[in-house]
């Protein structure tokens, strides 16, 4: 039974993803609550999952736009594999796209939280095929460690026992080998996005990522594209407001 006062998240249905590169992928799909034209893909940030409080809540509030599809990232969650921090992750996100396709959905949009983000860039960039991406609290660029936050994300990925730690803490499973080569950085891949409608959205209190990130990844796109600067708000899912989820999903229903 729901607690009292409490909405219910909507059911979802769990689906099982395979990438080109041959790793699993665990899934939801979460059916729409209202016209079935229009399917969401939910990438969340390093170390979450599709069954963290906020990943489902910010579900539910999309289902509201169109049915959703959330996903674990390689090495998050129940996902096989190691994480690659960004780089690979684009194939786990297109093997997300390609399902949202495959049940029927005829626009696709792409909405992502931070490394999400990031990827999100990356795959509209480099491989294409959706109608519409939100890039929420993403970094610009690789390497940043200009805030306490990202020294201990760099701590966690570059030492053993940061490795260890991760795997244990959160169940995220980080690869030991440094990129090589080093994958493009996200504003490089906003540049390549148009045509498909570019949506930034970046909060002015983010203790990860300063606001110039999301100036950069804006400034080197082409149009379509729009930059948010949400006043007060933090860093990804955890942050994210309801009405601000609503936004967005009124963005993206207009817009893909």
Known sequence: ???PGRTPFAPS???MLNTGDGVRIDAAHTPPRGAADLGIVLAHG?????RERPTRRITHVLGGFGGVVSFDF???GRSGGESTVGDLEILDLDAAVRHARSVGY????VVGFSMGGAVALRHAGLLGGVDAVAAVSAPARWYYRGTRPM??????IERPVGRLAARLAKRTRIGKD???PVPMAPYEAAARISPTPLLVVHGDADTFFPLDHAYQIHGAAAEPKELW???GYGHAESAATPELIRRIGRWIRSHA
């Open 1 to 3: 039974m729901p607690q």
């Open 229 to 231: 600067v949400e006043p």
């Open 13 to 15: 249905f769990p689906v």
């Open 106 to 109: 005829p626009r696709v949009a």
């Open 74 to 76: 390689r090495g998050h």
């Open 178 to 180: 440094a990129w090589d």
């Open 46 to 50: 390093f170390t979450g999952s599709l």
């Open 151 to 156: 020294r201990r994300v760099h701590w966690a």
